[in-house]
């Protein structure tokens, strides 16, 4: 078992810059692929990005393509969500994610095959 808990989550004007946290505890010895989705209210959960256990590899959605940047400390077990000209359409709760699958398996976008997931954190951008 892995826990997740994000944190860096806030309230920003369009233009403004977040970065997100996300803590892993429990079995974290183990290799995962980590990732962040998002869900803004009425909506599906949106695939954000995703990350390999090496770091090597990283994978985004259009709509965040240049803007974010996903990252990772094995070391301290923490990923990051770095988040650059933050539009209103950004706002939702966005949400940690890992599995023990690998990034090259195509399946990363698919928010079922995340065994793992986070409560989730409030990213609200005012125009």
């Known amino acids: 078992q892995v826990q997740l808990a994000e944190s860096g989550g806030g309230l920003v004007q369009a233009g403004d810059s977040l970065r997100l946290s996300c803590a892993a505890s429990?079995?974290?010895?183990?290799?995962?692929?980590m990732g962040w989705f998002r869900q803004s209210p009425g909506k599906e959960r949106e695939f954000v990005a995703a990350?390999?256990?090496?770091?090597?590899?990283?994978r985004y959605a259009d709509s965040v393509k240049g803007r974010f940047t996903i990252s990772r400390d094995n070391a301290k077990n923490t990923l990051y969500l770095r988040m650059n000209n933050l539009k209103p359409e950004d706002t939702a709760v966005y949400y940690c994610?890992?599995?023990?699958?690998?990034?090259?398996?195509?399946?990363?976008?698919?928010?079922?095959?995340?065994?793992?997931w986070g409560q989730g954190t409030q990213v609200t951008v005012s125009s």
């Open positions: 994610v890992a599995d023990r699958g690998q990034l090259y398996s195509g399946s990363y976008q698919r928010a079922g095959w995340y065994d793992y």
């Open positions: 429990g079995r974290t010895s183990s290799s995962y692929t």
């Open positions: 990350i390999s256990w090496s770091a090597g590899s990283t």
